[in-house]
């Protein structure tokens, strides 16, 4: 257990917090992240923050983002949150 610990500090957190890129690259990574997330293209939804990565790397180099940061974000609406993050926008 203690192994696991280690190996997800090393590899999720020491990436996020010893970062050189300014903090507004982490917050474009969970924006992008988040509205992908809330599109109903669930299943894709990883690919799909991963192409506007490629994307905007290339394109728009200014607009890059912090790529785990985005992939992180699309987790709100996996399979256990999906019903109440959706019903809202169903029921209206």
Sequence with gaps: MLRLKRILLRKLV???????????YTARGAAVGLMVAFTPTIGVQMPLVSLI?????YLRPEWSF???????WTW?????????????????
């Design 66 to 72: 912090n790529l785990l940061a985005g992939l992180a």
């Design 14 to 24: 020491s990436p996020l917090t010893r970062n050189r890129k300014p903090p507004e």
């Design 53 to 57: 990565w490629i994307a905007l790397r």
């Design 76 to 92: 709100v609406t996996n399979i256990f949150t999906l019903a109440p993050t959706y019903y809202p926008g169903f029921r209206s």
